[in-house]
């Protein structure tokens, strides 16, 4: 298949339409009753020839558009070339915790708080889903309000989102519902799949829309439900809450004109880093290498916190500047305004409207859950067995300050 194939097929498409509109004309016209037959006839042929071209533009249309949606976006000049250990570090915050008992990781320190319930989750869902419990819902509720509160005073328009999208939706986003180990579910009978990330949804709410220049820039922080598979997933870091198939998540969206995405995106990741920093953190922010950025990014970062439970640092959060790939393929664009000035005159200056342009659009993690409770759990966790909430969550939190051993009856 290529492109001169459908658009041989597209013209011979528009010869037949406009022969059709031919006939249909002269069918006005006050005819005798052999000629109307003849034209009847002709009528019906083209129509019939018409439905099975127009069939045939439609699949190879399709298929041309799934082909060209595995086609990644490009990469800016100053992403690392290679693998996961290619990635140049941008910032490292704070230093490890030093203990001086044991430590334990987030699965031991939940069970004997009771704030998990894994085995449960188990028979009811199936593995990698868990049960929240006590403090821990408390835990969850405050870290969704408190990073919502952040980004509302820093000028982003909060949503919550649908958890079902469209799955043409999905793909217009750049995610990939039907390859092999998709990390997507599909909703079997449907063209729908769960969500498994606002940056979908809120896209979509865009998609075949003319934002108005003066509107620039749309920020958005949403809250969702994320729904992912694991696929592939198996043997790496699956114990407990680091990889599962549910979790509630605040994510940051920003639609932008062209030239102002580079600092948008360094307004997210900025953003990002003052709010894991006002929780205590340690934690390193990479400039993701060139394997390593999925289809719609153009550039990542990402934000890994130490973990002393696992031992290693964990992804945190992500940030990405998608630039105009995904408005492409959803048909968000703008029309900028253009001023004209007259020397001649000292009128301000007049706005003339200048020729549609894609926006562009970027993403990035506010607040994954699981993985921040993981990160307080294990970064807090105390010799007596308690953890002490971070100062700003402690007011979402109903002003609680620290998850103790429940006593023994």
């Known amino acids: 298949m290529s492109g001169y194939a459908i658009c041989k097929l597209w013209q011979e498409v528009e010869s037949l339409r406009a022969e059709r509109n031919v006939v249909a004309n002269r069918m006005k016209r006050k005819l005798d009753p052999s000629e109307r037959e003849k034209l009847i006839a002709e009528g019906k042929h083209l129509k019939e020839n018409l439905v099975a071209l127009e ?29 996961e250990d ?8 704070g230093t490890k915790c030093e203990f001086d008992f044991p430590v334990k990781d987030h699965v031991d320190l939940g069970q004997e708080l009771d704030l998990f319930d894994f085995d449960a989750a188990a028979e009811v869902s199936g593995t990698k889903f868990y049960y929240l419990k006590n403090e821990a819902v408390l835990l969850e509720m405050g870290l969704i309000n408190w990073a919502l509160s952040e980004l509302v005073t820093r000028g982003y328009t909060p949503l919550s989102t649908p958890d079902i999208v469209r799955s043409s939706v999905l793909e217009k986003c750049g995610f990939q519902p039907r390859a092999l180990n998709t990390q997507v579910y599909s909703i079997e009978g ?3 799949c769960l969500a498994g990330t606002a940056e979908i949804p809120v896209g979509g709410m865009y998609m075949d829309q003319i934002i108005d220049d003066s509107l620039l820039p749309l920020k958005f922080v949403a809250f969702s439900h994320c729904f992912r598979t694991e696929a592939g997933a198996a043997g790496y870091a699956t114990r407990g809450m680091y990889r599962v198939h549910q979790f509630s998540k605040v994510e940051m969206f920003v639609i932008c004109r062209p030239e102002d995405s ?8 900025s953003i990002e880093e003052s709010l894991f920093s006002s929780l205590g953190l340690h934690y390193k922010t990479l400039d993701m290498p060139s394997e ?13 916190a130490w973990m002393p439970g696992l031992g290693r640092y964990g992804e945190i959060s992500s940030s990405s500047n998608c630039t105009d790939y995904q408005s492409r393929r959803l048909n968000i664009r703008y029309r900028p305004a253009i001023e004209e000035s007259n020397p001649s005159t000292v009128d301000k200056p007049k706005k003339r409207k200048g020729q549609l342009k894609f926006v562009h659009t970027l993403n990035a993690t506010a607040c994954a859950v699981p993985r921040m409770i993981i990160s307080i759990l294990e970064n807090f966790q105390q010799k007596d067995g308690s953890i002490i909430i971070p100062e700003v969550l402690q007011p979402f939190m109903g002003g609680v300050k620290a998850i103790s051993p429940k006593s023994k009856q």
């Open 55 to 83: 069939e045939d533009l439609a699949q190879l249309t399709d298929k041309l558009q799934r082909e060209a949606q595995s086609i990644p976006n490009s990469t800016h000049p100053d992403v690392p070339i290679g693998g």
């Open 86 to 93: 290619a990635a140049s570090l941008r910032k490292m915050f």
């Open 190 to 192: 449907t063209d729908q």
């Open 262 to 269: 580079d600092s948008f995106h360094e307004e997210l990741i």
């Open 292 to 304: 390593d950025l999925g289809a719609p990014a153009y550039r990542k970062y990402d934000v890994e």
